[in-house]
Nanobody, 119 residues
Framework: VQLQASGGGWVQAGGSLRLSCVAS????????MRWYRQAPGKQRELVAS???????YYPDSVKDRFTLSRDNAKNTVYLQMNSLKPEDTAVYYC??????????????WGQGTQVTVSS
């Protein structure tokens, strides 16, 4: 299973970016998909999480600005980021709980995509 993240870049404060993450390989089902971020010198933090059939979670730091959505037919998760702030600058990683076979689930990570927000 591979996760390929894309869509990062440079944007001015107040701007928007849309990240994408495509899962490929031997996939029976995708149970949950998430986005994390890690800024220099800081721990990796969860910014959005959507379990299969569940509700989306956002921490207060991104609530009402970030929106996670998924296209199950394409095994793809998106992160729409609006009203970006300089403190959103980080490497963003997608993460998914994937079952390659019924009853067996593993956690997989994408390679990370850099988001830089200038003031």
């Amino acid at each position: 299973v591979q996760l390929q993240a894309s869509g990062g870049g440079w944007v001015q404060a107040g701007g928007s970016l849309r990240l994408s993450c495509v899962a490929s390989g031997s996939i029976f089902s995708i149970n949950a998909m998430r986005w994390y971020r890690q800024a220099p010198g800081k721990q990796r933090e969860l910014v959005a999480s959507l379990p299969s059939g569940g509700t989306t979670y956002y921490p207060d730091s991104v609530k009402d600005r970030f929106t996670l959505s998924r296209d199950n037919a394409k095994n793809t998760v998106y992160l729409q980021m609006n009203s970006l702030k300089p403190e959103d600058t980080a490497v963003y990683y997608c993460n998914a709980d994937v079952s390659r076979y019924p009853g067996r689930s593993g956690s997989y990570w994408g390679q990370g995509t850099q988001v830089t927000v200038s003031s």
